[in-house]
Protein backbone atom coordinates (compact mmCIF):
# COMPACT_ATOMS: atom_id res chain seq x y z
CA UNK A 1 0.00 0.00 0.00
CA UNK A 2 2.80 2.60 0.81
CA UNK A 3 4.64 1.23 -1.93
CA UNK A 4 1.82 2.54 -4.47
CA UNK A 5 1.75 5.84 -2.50
CA UNK A 6 4.77 5.96 -3.09
CA UNK A 7 4.87 4.87 -6.94
CA UNK A 8 1.99 7.62 -7.26
CA UNK A 9 3.48 10.34 -5.64
CA UNK A 10 6.91 9.80 -8.03
CA UNK A 11 4.45 9.68 -11.19
CA UNK A 12 2.98 12.89 -9.84
CA UNK A 13 5.92 14.73 -9.14
CA UNK A 14 7.33 13.51 -12.98
CA UNK A 15 4.40 14.71 -14.12
CA UNK A 16 4.62 17.93 -12.34
CA UNK A 17 8.38 18.26 -13.26
CA UNK A 18 7.72 18.52 -16.56
CA UNK A 19 4.52 20.51 -16.80
CA UNK A 20 6.74 22.72 -14.99
CA UNK A 21 8.95 23.36 -18.08
CA UNK A 22 11.96 20.61 -17.05
CA UNK A 23 12.71 18.91 -20.69
CA UNK A 24 13.22 14.97 -21.26
CA UNK A 25 16.36 13.92 -19.87
CA UNK A 26 18.35 11.47 -22.41
CA UNK A 27 21.36 11.07 -20.20
CA UNK A 28 23.84 8.12 -21.69
CA UNK A 29 20.89 6.66 -23.85
CA UNK A 30 23.20 5.42 -27.00
CA UNK A 31 22.53 5.41 -30.73
CA UNK A 32 22.96 2.71 -32.87
CA UNK A 33 23.08 1.83 -36.73
CA UNK A 34 21.86 -1.44 -36.99
CA UNK A 35 21.80 -3.34 -39.96
CA UNK A 36 20.35 -6.66 -41.05
CA UNK A 37 21.69 -9.08 -43.78
CA UNK A 38 18.99 -11.31 -43.85
CA UNK A 39 15.79 -11.74 -43.53
CA UNK A 40 15.58 -13.75 -40.33
CA UNK A 41 17.49 -10.98 -38.67
CA UNK A 42 15.29 -8.52 -40.49
CA UNK A 43 12.01 -9.78 -38.69
CA UNK A 44 14.00 -9.90 -35.67
CA UNK A 45 14.62 -6.10 -35.64
CA UNK A 46 11.11 -5.91 -36.79
CA UNK A 47 9.69 -7.64 -33.47
CA UNK A 48 11.73 -5.57 -31.43
CA UNK A 49 10.48 -2.32 -33.26
CA UNK A 50 7.16 -3.64 -32.72
CA UNK A 51 7.30 -4.52 -29.48
CA UNK A 52 9.80 -2.89 -27.68
CA UNK A 53 8.04 0.12 -25.37
CA UNK A 54 11.94 1.24 -24.55
CA UNK A 55 13.82 1.17 -27.77
CA UNK A 56 13.54 4.28 -30.21
CA UNK A 57 13.41 3.29 -33.85
CA UNK A 58 14.53 6.79 -35.90
CA UNK A 59 13.92 4.66 -39.11
CA UNK A 60 10.99 2.09 -40.09
CA UNK A 61 12.39 -1.34 -40.45
CA UNK A 62 11.60 -2.80 -43.76
CA UNK A 63 14.56 -3.34 -45.79
CA UNK A 64 17.97 -5.87 -46.22
CA UNK A 65 20.96 -4.38 -45.90
CA UNK A 66 19.53 -0.66 -45.12
CA UNK A 67 20.92 0.85 -42.05
CA UNK A 68 18.42 1.55 -38.95
CA UNK A 69 18.93 4.60 -36.13
CA UNK A 70 17.67 3.15 -32.78
CA UNK A 71 17.98 5.28 -29.29
CA UNK A 72 18.68 2.69 -26.30
CA UNK A 73 18.23 3.68 -22.70
CA UNK A 74 21.39 2.81 -20.78
CA UNK A 75 19.60 -0.24 -18.55
CA UNK A 76 18.97 -1.68 -22.36
CA UNK A 77 22.00 -1.31 -23.61
CA UNK A 78 23.31 -4.71 -22.47
CA UNK A 79 20.60 -7.16 -23.46
CA UNK A 80 19.79 -4.98 -26.55
CA UNK A 81 23.78 -5.57 -27.57
CA UNK A 82 23.52 -9.52 -26.34
CA UNK A 83 20.50 -9.93 -28.81
CA UNK A 84 22.13 -8.29 -31.82
CA UNK A 85 25.41 -10.33 -31.27
CA UNK A 86 23.98 -13.64 -30.52
CA UNK A 87 21.85 -13.42 -33.73
CA UNK A 88 24.91 -12.06 -35.48
CA UNK A 89 23.41 -8.21 -36.63
CA UNK A 90 25.51 -5.74 -37.02
CA UNK A 91 25.75 -2.90 -35.66
CA UNK A 92 27.70 0.11 -35.22
CA UNK A 93 27.87 3.05 -31.78
CA UNK A 94 26.78 6.93 -33.52
CA UNK A 95 25.83 8.54 -30.36
CA UNK A 96 27.12 7.48 -27.11
CA UNK A 97 25.09 10.17 -24.69
CA UNK A 98 22.05 10.95 -26.35
CA UNK A 99 21.98 14.30 -24.48
CA UNK A 100 24.76 16.08 -25.11
CA UNK A 101 23.90 16.19 -28.89
CA UNK A 102 20.05 16.81 -28.04
CA UNK A 103 21.58 19.77 -25.37
CA UNK A 104 23.97 21.06 -28.83
CA UNK A 105 19.93 20.88 -30.36
CA UNK A 106 18.50 23.39 -28.14
CA UNK A 107 21.19 25.42 -28.06
CA UNK A 108 20.45 26.42 -31.56
CA UNK A 109 17.01 27.78 -30.94
CA UNK A 110 17.51 31.47 -31.20
CA UNK A 111 16.82 32.97 -28.23
CA UNK A 112 16.75 36.91 -29.35
CA UNK A 113 15.94 38.38 -32.70
CA UNK A 114 19.20 37.35 -34.74
CA UNK A 115 19.34 39.39 -37.57
CA UNK A 116 19.51 36.22 -40.03
CA UNK A 117 16.45 34.17 -39.79
CA UNK A 118 18.16 31.02 -40.95
CA UNK A 119 21.27 31.29 -39.00
CA UNK A 120 19.27 29.11 -36.01
CA UNK A 121 16.13 27.29 -35.37
CA UNK A 122 12.84 29.32 -34.88
CA UNK A 123 9.93 28.88 -32.01
CA UNK A 124 6.69 28.37 -33.12
CA UNK A 125 6.18 31.62 -31.81
CA UNK A 126 8.94 33.33 -33.82
CA UNK A 127 7.30 31.64 -36.89
CA UNK A 128 3.92 32.91 -36.65
CA UNK A 129 4.84 36.08 -35.41
CA UNK A 130 6.73 36.74 -39.04
CA UNK A 131 3.96 35.20 -41.02
CA UNK A 132 1.34 37.77 -39.40
CA UNK A 133 3.93 40.14 -39.95
CA UNK A 134 4.31 39.32 -43.79
CA UNK A 135 0.60 39.48 -44.28
CA UNK A 136 0.78 43.12 -43.14
CA UNK A 137 4.13 44.11 -45.26
CA UNK A 138 3.12 42.31 -48.47
CA UNK A 139 -0.89 43.52 -48.36
CA UNK A 140 -2.50 41.83 -51.25
CA UNK A 141 0.21 39.78 -52.06
CA UNK A 142 0.23 37.75 -48.65
CA UNK A 143 -2.78 36.27 -47.42
CA UNK A 144 -2.32 33.77 -44.23
CA UNK A 145 -3.88 31.24 -44.42
CA UNK A 146 -5.03 28.60 -42.08
CA UNK A 147 -4.77 24.72 -42.36
CA UNK A 148 -7.34 24.12 -39.49
CA UNK A 149 -6.12 24.38 -35.71
CA UNK A 150 -4.24 21.48 -33.79
CA UNK A 151 -5.24 19.74 -30.47
CA UNK A 152 -3.80 22.41 -28.43
CA UNK A 153 -6.11 24.64 -29.91
CA UNK A 154 -3.51 26.19 -31.76
CA UNK A 155 -3.64 27.94 -35.44
CA UNK A 156 -1.80 25.23 -38.58
CA UNK A 157 -1.10 28.92 -39.58
CA UNK A 158 0.18 29.22 -43.15
CA UNK A 159 0.46 31.98 -46.00
CA UNK A 160 -0.61 31.76 -49.57
CA UNK A 161 1.36 34.08 -51.76
CA UNK A 162 -0.23 35.19 -54.76
CA UNK A 163 1.17 38.26 -56.53
CA UNK A 164 -0.86 41.23 -57.62
CA UNK A 165 0.68 41.36 -61.56
CA UNK A 166 -2.38 41.31 -63.86
CA UNK A 167 -2.03 37.48 -64.47
CA UNK A 168 -5.48 35.60 -63.65
CA UNK A 169 -6.02 31.72 -62.85
CA UNK A 170 -2.52 31.40 -61.82
CA UNK A 171 -2.12 27.24 -60.80
CA UNK A 172 -1.30 26.97 -57.53
CA UNK A 173 1.21 24.68 -55.84
CA UNK A 174 1.21 23.67 -52.22
CA UNK A 175 3.87 22.98 -49.72
CA UNK A 176 3.35 21.46 -46.69
CA UNK A 177 6.08 21.13 -43.30
CA UNK A 178 6.80 20.07 -40.09
CA UNK A 179 4.26 17.13 -40.39
CA UNK A 180 6.81 15.39 -37.98
CA UNK A 181 7.46 17.52 -34.72
CA UNK A 182 11.56 16.57 -34.41
CA UNK A 183 12.11 17.12 -38.41
CA UNK A 184 13.15 20.76 -37.56
CA UNK A 185 15.12 21.35 -40.98
CA UNK A 186 11.56 20.71 -42.67
CA UNK A 187 9.90 24.12 -41.42
CA UNK A 188 13.18 26.11 -41.53
CA UNK A 189 13.26 25.41 -45.12
CA UNK A 190 9.54 26.17 -45.58
CA UNK A 191 10.18 29.84 -44.41
CA UNK A 192 13.51 30.27 -46.46
CA UNK A 193 11.07 29.51 -49.40
CA UNK A 194 8.19 31.98 -48.60
CA UNK A 195 11.18 34.61 -47.98
CA UNK A 196 12.48 33.88 -52.02
CA UNK A 197 9.48 33.66 -53.26
CA UNK A 198 8.56 37.42 -52.09
CA UNK A 199 12.40 38.90 -51.53
CA UNK A 200 14.66 36.84 -54.31
CA UNK A 201 16.15 39.03 -57.08
CA UNK A 202 16.85 35.76 -59.28
CA UNK A 203 15.40 35.64 -62.12
CA UNK A 204 13.94 32.53 -61.96
CA UNK A 205 12.95 32.82 -58.02
CA UNK A 206 10.71 35.70 -59.09
CA UNK A 207 9.35 33.37 -62.45
CA UNK A 208 8.06 30.80 -59.77
CA UNK A 209 6.79 33.56 -57.63
CA UNK A 210 5.12 35.76 -60.49
CA UNK A 211 3.62 32.67 -62.10
CA UNK A 212 1.98 30.61 -59.22
CA UNK A 213 -0.19 30.60 -56.24
CA UNK A 214 1.63 29.34 -53.32
CA UNK A 215 -0.04 27.58 -50.29
CA UNK A 216 2.93 27.42 -47.88
CA UNK A 217 2.06 25.80 -44.11
CA UNK A 218 5.24 25.52 -42.22
CA UNK A 219 4.51 23.91 -39.16
CA UNK A 220 1.19 21.14 -40.36
CA UNK A 221 2.17 19.53 -36.57
CA UNK A 222 2.67 23.13 -34.18
CA UNK A 223 2.09 21.07 -30.88
CA UNK A 224 4.09 18.36 -31.89
CA UNK A 225 6.87 21.10 -32.82
CA UNK A 226 6.88 23.09 -29.26
CA UNK A 227 6.55 19.90 -27.35
CA UNK A 228 10.43 19.46 -29.18
CA UNK A 229 11.48 22.61 -27.82
CA UNK A 230 9.85 22.58 -24.15
CA UNK A 231 9.87 18.80 -23.30
CA UNK A 232 11.32 16.23 -25.92
CA UNK A 233 13.82 16.74 -28.33
CA UNK A 234 12.87 13.88 -29.98
CA UNK A 235 9.12 13.94 -30.49
CA UNK A 236 7.38 13.02 -33.81
CA UNK A 237 3.49 12.65 -33.38
CA UNK A 238 0.76 14.72 -32.38
CA UNK A 239 -0.06 15.74 -29.06
CA UNK A 240 -3.79 13.68 -28.48
CA UNK A 241 -3.61 11.56 -25.44
CA UNK A 242 -4.62 7.84 -26.22
CA UNK A 243 -4.54 6.23 -22.63
CA UNK A 244 -0.98 6.05 -21.17
CA UNK A 245 0.50 7.20 -24.68
CA UNK A 246 0.53 10.43 -26.63
CA UNK A 247 0.18 11.45 -30.23
CA UNK A 248 -0.58 9.74 -33.65
CA UNK A 249 1.52 9.88 -36.43
CA UNK A 250 0.32 12.51 -38.90
CA UNK A 251 1.61 10.92 -41.57
CA UNK A 252 -0.12 7.87 -41.12
CA UNK A 253 -3.36 9.40 -40.35
CA UNK A 254 -4.78 10.27 -43.49
CA UNK A 255 -7.84 8.88 -45.52
CA UNK A 256 -5.97 6.72 -47.95
CA UNK A 257 -5.27 3.47 -47.51
CA UNK A 258 -5.47 3.79 -43.66
CA UNK A 259 -3.57 1.74 -41.83
CA UNK A 260 -3.16 -1.01 -44.12
CA UNK A 261 0.66 -0.97 -44.49
CA UNK A 262 4.02 0.09 -42.35
CA UNK A 263 2.17 2.35 -39.59
CA UNK A 264 0.70 0.63 -36.28
CA UNK A 265 -2.31 0.08 -34.17
CA UNK A 266 -0.40 0.28 -31.06
CA UNK A 267 -0.80 4.41 -29.72
CA UNK A 268 2.48 3.86 -27.85
CA UNK A 269 4.22 3.40 -31.73
CA UNK A 270 5.80 5.70 -33.98
CA UNK A 271 3.92 4.95 -36.43
CA UNK A 272 0.69 4.58 -34.40
CA UNK A 273 -2.13 5.34 -37.20
CA UNK A 274 -4.90 6.92 -34.99
CA UNK A 275 -7.93 5.52 -34.12
CA UNK A 276 -9.06 6.22 -37.27
CA UNK A 277 -8.36 8.24 -40.56
CA UNK A 278 -8.35 11.71 -39.68
CA UNK A 279 -8.93 11.21 -35.88
CA UNK A 280 -6.01 13.70 -35.59
CA UNK A 281 -7.26 17.01 -35.62
CA UNK A 282 -4.37 18.39 -37.81
CA UNK A 283 -5.16 16.01 -40.83
CA UNK A 284 -8.60 15.87 -40.30
CA UNK A 285 -8.48 19.88 -40.99
CA UNK A 286 -5.51 19.82 -43.17
CA UNK A 287 -7.14 17.08 -45.74
CA UNK A 288 -10.43 19.11 -46.10
CA UNK A 289 -7.90 22.28 -46.25
CA UNK A 290 -6.57 20.51 -49.11
CA UNK A 291 -9.46 19.37 -50.64
CA UNK A 292 -11.11 22.88 -51.09
CA UNK A 293 -8.49 23.62 -53.32
CA UNK A 294 -8.24 20.89 -55.79
CA UNK A 295 -9.28 22.69 -58.44
CA UNK A 296 -6.54 25.05 -58.02
CA UNK A 297 -3.31 22.87 -57.07
CA UNK A 298 -1.74 21.29 -58.97
CA UNK A 299 1.89 20.31 -57.27
CA UNK A 300 1.87 18.96 -53.73
CA UNK A 301 5.29 18.91 -51.94
CA UNK A 302 5.52 17.78 -48.42
CA UNK A 303 9.06 18.83 -46.68
CA UNK A 304 10.32 16.46 -44.21
CA UNK A 305 13.98 14.84 -42.92
CA UNK A 306 16.33 13.31 -43.30
CA UNK A 307 18.16 11.19 -45.44
CA UNK A 308 18.16 13.36 -48.87
CA UNK A 309 15.14 11.72 -50.68
CA UNK A 310 13.05 12.96 -53.11
CA UNK A 311 10.00 10.56 -53.49
CA UNK A 312 6.60 10.45 -55.12
CA UNK A 313 3.85 7.71 -54.98
CA UNK A 314 2.65 5.49 -53.67
CA UNK A 315 3.20 4.50 -49.94
CA UNK A 316 1.04 2.50 -49.61
CA UNK A 317 1.65 0.14 -52.64
CA UNK A 318 4.73 -0.80 -55.00
CA UNK A 319 2.09 -0.31 -57.88
CA UNK A 320 3.68 2.75 -59.60
CA UNK A 321 1.43 5.99 -60.47
CA UNK A 322 -0.01 5.78 -63.95
CA UNK A 323 2.25 8.91 -64.94
CA UNK A 324 4.98 7.27 -63.64
CA UNK A 325 7.32 8.44 -66.56
CA UNK A 326 6.72 11.68 -65.65
CA UNK A 327 7.28 11.35 -62.29
CA UNK A 328 10.63 9.97 -63.24
CA UNK A 329 11.72 12.81 -65.56
CA UNK A 330 10.75 15.76 -63.09
CA UNK A 331 12.84 13.40 -60.69
CA UNK A 332 15.70 13.48 -62.26
CA UNK A 333 15.72 16.70 -63.06
CA UNK A 334 15.32 17.78 -59.67
CA UNK A 335 18.07 15.86 -58.42
CA UNK A 336 20.31 17.09 -60.99
CA UNK A 337 19.28 20.94 -60.04
CA UNK A 338 19.76 20.39 -56.06
CA UNK A 339 23.55 18.72 -56.41
CA UNK A 340 24.36 21.82 -58.78
CA UNK A 341 25.17 23.96 -55.39
CA UNK A 342 26.84 21.84 -53.34
CA UNK A 343 27.19 18.41 -54.66
CA UNK A 344 24.50 17.35 -52.85
CA UNK A 345 23.45 13.95 -53.21
CA UNK A 346 19.66 12.74 -52.92
CA UNK A 347 18.21 9.57 -54.32
CA UNK A 348 15.00 8.25 -53.99
CA UNK A 349 11.54 6.87 -55.96
CA UNK A 350 8.38 5.86 -55.31
CA UNK A 351 8.05 5.60 -51.65
CA UNK A 352 6.66 2.07 -51.15
CA UNK A 353 10.43 0.56 -52.41
CA UNK A 354 12.87 3.87 -52.14
CA UNK A 355 12.36 3.37 -48.44
CA UNK A 356 9.15 2.15 -46.99
CA UNK A 357 6.02 0.92 -46.97
CA UNK A 358 3.74 3.56 -45.46
CA UNK A 359 -0.08 3.97 -45.73
CA UNK A 360 -2.05 7.26 -45.02
CA UNK A 361 0.44 9.89 -45.67
CA UNK A 362 0.13 13.23 -47.23
CA UNK A 363 1.53 12.97 -51.03
CA UNK A 364 -0.74 9.64 -51.03
CA UNK A 365 -3.49 11.54 -50.26
CA UNK A 366 -2.94 14.22 -52.45
CA UNK A 367 -2.31 11.98 -55.41
CA UNK A 368 -4.94 9.29 -54.89
CA UNK A 369 -7.89 11.66 -53.21
CA UNK A 370 -7.73 15.06 -54.79
CA UNK A 371 -6.92 14.57 -58.28
CA UNK A 372 -3.39 16.32 -58.05
CA UNK A 373 -1.65 14.46 -59.83
CA UNK A 374 2.24 15.89 -59.10
CA UNK A 375 3.08 15.08 -55.34
CA UNK A 376 6.54 14.83 -54.16
CA UNK A 377 8.12 14.12 -50.38
CA UNK A 378 11.50 15.70 -49.52
CA UNK A 379 13.63 14.30 -46.74
CA UNK A 380 16.13 17.17 -46.38
CA UNK A 381 19.48 17.15 -45.16
CA UNK A 382 21.59 15.39 -43.61
CA UNK A 383 22.06 11.87 -45.13
CA UNK A 384 21.62 8.65 -44.13
CA UNK A 385 25.02 7.98 -42.94
CA UNK A 386 24.94 11.03 -41.02
CA UNK A 387 27.10 10.19 -37.67
CA UNK A 388 24.11 10.65 -35.54
CA UNK A 389 20.75 10.60 -34.43
CA UNK A 390 19.60 12.46 -37.97
CA UNK A 391 17.83 15.23 -36.56
CA UNK A 392 20.41 17.42 -35.13
CA UNK A 393 21.37 19.15 -37.91
CA UNK A 394 23.85 22.21 -37.36
CA UNK A 395 21.85 25.43 -38.02
CA UNK A 396 24.75 26.77 -40.10
CA UNK A 397 23.39 24.08 -42.54
CA UNK A 398 19.89 25.65 -42.66
CA UNK A 399 20.61 27.75 -45.67
CA UNK A 400 22.64 25.68 -47.61
CA UNK A 401 20.12 22.60 -47.32
CA UNK A 402 17.32 25.21 -48.42
CA UNK A 403 19.49 27.01 -51.25
CA UNK A 404 19.67 23.91 -52.28
CA UNK A 405 15.88 22.82 -52.14
CA UNK A 406 15.71 26.32 -54.09
CA UNK A 407 17.07 25.12 -56.98
CA UNK A 408 15.15 21.61 -56.88
CA UNK A 409 11.63 23.53 -56.67
CA UNK A 410 12.91 25.41 -59.57
CA UNK A 411 13.80 22.35 -61.82
CA UNK A 412 10.79 21.04 -60.40
CA UNK A 413 8.24 23.16 -61.25
CA UNK A 414 9.71 24.16 -64.67
CA UNK A 415 9.11 20.57 -65.61
CA UNK A 416 6.07 19.47 -63.77
CA UNK A 417 5.31 22.64 -66.41
CA UNK A 418 6.99 21.30 -69.27
CA UNK A 419 4.94 17.83 -68.97
CA UNK A 420 1.78 20.22 -69.23
CA UNK A 421 0.50 19.81 -65.49
CA UNK A 422 -0.29 23.88 -64.83
CA UNK A 423 -2.26 23.94 -68.28
O1 LIG B 1 7.87 7.70 -42.48
C1 LIG B 1 7.53 8.77 -42.98
O2 LIG B 1 6.42 9.28 -42.80
C2 LIG B 1 8.48 9.53 -43.89
N1 LIG B 1 9.82 9.38 -43.40
S1 LIG B 1 10.27 10.13 -42.04
O3 LIG B 1 11.64 9.69 -41.75
N2 LIG B 1 10.33 11.68 -42.30
O4 LIG B 1 9.34 9.85 -41.03
C3 LIG B 1 8.43 8.98 -45.29
C4 LIG B 1 7.07 8.77 -45.86
C5 LIG B 1 6.97 9.24 -47.24
N3 LIG B 1 6.80 10.64 -47.23
C6 LIG B 1 5.59 11.20 -47.46
N4 LIG B 1 4.58 10.44 -47.80
N5 LIG B 1 5.44 12.49 -47.29
ZN1 LIG C 1 9.02 12.89 -41.48
Redesign the pocket.
Known amino acids: MSLNIGLFLILCLTALALTNGERVRFDNYRVYEVNASNREKLALLKQMEDTSDSLLF???VHKINRTVKVVVPPHKVSDFLLVLDVNDIDYNLVEKDLQTALEKDYNQIATRATTDQWSAYQTLDFHYSWLRSLASSYPGNVTLIEGGKSYEKRSILGVKISLHNGKKQKPGIFLEAG??AR?WIAPATATYVIDALLTSTDEQVRELAETYEWYIIPHANPDGYVYTHTTNRMW?KTRQPYGSCYGA?P??NWNVSWNTV?ASSNPCSE?FAGSAANSEIEVKSLSRYVDSLKSVVKLYI?F????Q?L?Y?N?DTPELPDNVKDYEQVYNVTLKAISKRYDTVYTGGN?YDA??P?AG????YAYSKTGIRMAF?F?LRPNGSFNGNGMELPADQIRPTAEEILDGLVAMVNEVKVLGYFD
Open positions: LDGIHERDNRGTSHSFSYLPGIIYASSVDCE
